[in-house]
């Protein structure tokens, strides 16, 4: 068995009502409220934290329509500063998160913030301020894992600060009853990606790969159940619990490999290329992906295949099935427009994979070359 270590930076909380907890957590204090866009006010949480800050006696600041634009994150910092604010809360998707990450780590090294992002300098361990966080559209994973993107919209440039953890990571699943069922698909259907990249690799340690084939497959089971009914409270909260489970670190101790991360460098294509989200960028681009690397892995992939979704033929035909039962769960296999070679390798990232199979992966998924699609396939 290889050396492994398990981190429990954070504490994981998993509450039907977090008001109690949060009230604790931010007694008498000036905290700062970090969210998106209307979506915290549909489904309970602005209630939620409102509620506890008045039963705290604390006081509230708020900061809406959070990104992970690094502009934005200054502008936290700033507000942090001058008005001696702590802690942060921040409730939403990935981008909200990892902006409040940034914000509780800027508040102490904004001089040199970029560096961390971009990989120069480690932030693990140094000073922040106390951070809580509470995902509304669960897939990231982020209240629970270490990274935190952010991007320059003057430059384009991007990176992930690796290192930045929350002390405290509340679930609560009925924030994600407001959610349509095409986004509601996405939650799982990204957390299952996630976990797949997370397991895959040629785990050599067999508890860990056994636990990670086992929520995955919980995880996909709640997709097809709230395919049926969206109400169902229980298959939410085993999608919010897997996505957090995709960056607890304690899945894939004994992996060989990391080709499955190159995932993340990929998808950032059709975000730039296309202007779709993470969720259907990553979606859509993972079975094309596994079978690009097929070439290279094509043990571990074929495992992986029938361990987690009972496919059982060639590499070609399990990629076949996962798009179309990714598709028959609501959301779209592909994107729409048109990408030259050109334009596709222009994009920077930090993948692996050479350019001839970037591009093959971009050419798979366009509206152009499945002009007719219905569940992910060409009728």
């Known amino acids: 068995m290889k050396d492994f270590q398990l981190r429990n930076e954070t504490r994981l909380l998993f509450r039907n009502d977090p008001t109690e907890d949060i ?3 931010i007694d008498n204090k000036k905290a700062l409220f970090v969210y998106g866009g209307g979506s915290v006010r549909k489904n309970g949480c602005y209630k939620d934290v409102s509620k506890a800050a008045s039963r705290a006696g604390a006081t509230l600041y708020e900061m809406p329509n959070a990104s992970r634009v690094l502009e934005m994150i200054q502008n936290g910092i700033h507000f942090v500063k001058k008005y001696g604010v702590q802690p942060i809360i921040g409730a939403g998707g990935a981008q909200v998160m990892d902006c409040s990450k940034l ?3 800027g508040t102490f090294h904004e001089t040199d913030l970029w560096d961390y992002v971009k990989g120069k300098k480690n932030p693990y361990g140094l000073e922040k301020l106390p951070l809580i966080l509470m995902p509304t559209y669960p897939s990231s994973g982020s209240e629970y894992g270490l990274g935190a993107v952010s991007a320059d919209a003057g430059t384009g440039d991007f ?3 690796y290192g930045i953890g929350a002390e405290t990571a509340i679930l609560v699943p009925k924030y ?7 986004m509601t698909a996405y939650t799982g259907l990204v957390t299952l990606v996630q976990l797949s990249a997370s397991v895959l690799g040629g785990d050599k340690n067999k508890l860990s790969y056994d636990i990670g084939v086992s929520v995955m ?11 049926e009914d969206p109400k169902d409270v229980d298959a939410r909260g085993t999608i919010l619990y897997g996505a957090a489970l995709s960056t607890s670190g304690r899945l894939g101790l004994g992996k060989e490999e990391n080709y499955a991360y190159d995932i993340y460098e990929v998808e950032f294509i059709p975000e730039v290329l296309f202007g ?7 979606t859509t681009l993972f079975p094309r992906f596994l079978e690009v690397m097929a070439k ?4 571990d992939i074929r495992r992986y295949f029938e361990d987690v979704y009972g496919f059982n033929g060639d590499v070609a035909s399990s990629v076949n099935s996962m798009v179309a039962l990714f598709g028959d769960m609501g959301v779209k296999m592909y994107f729409e427009g048109s990408l030259t070679e050109k334009e596709c390798l222009d994009v920077k990232t930090g993948s692996l994979l050479k350019p001839a199979d970037i591009f093959t992966i971009m050419v798979t998924v366009q509206d152009t070359h499945y002009p007719k699609m219905k569940s992910g396939f060409p009728e």
């Open 23 to 25: 009230a604790n957590l």
């Open 103 to 105: 914000i509780a780590f």
């Open 159 to 161: 990176g992930t600060a």
């Open 176 to 182: 994600s009853l407001s959610l349509n069922k095409e």
């Open 217 to 227: 497959r919980n995880v996909l089971d709640a997709v097809k159940k709230l395919k």
């Open 276 to 282: 779709v989200p993470y969720r259907q960028s990553l």
């Open 296 to 299: 290279y892995h094509e043990d």
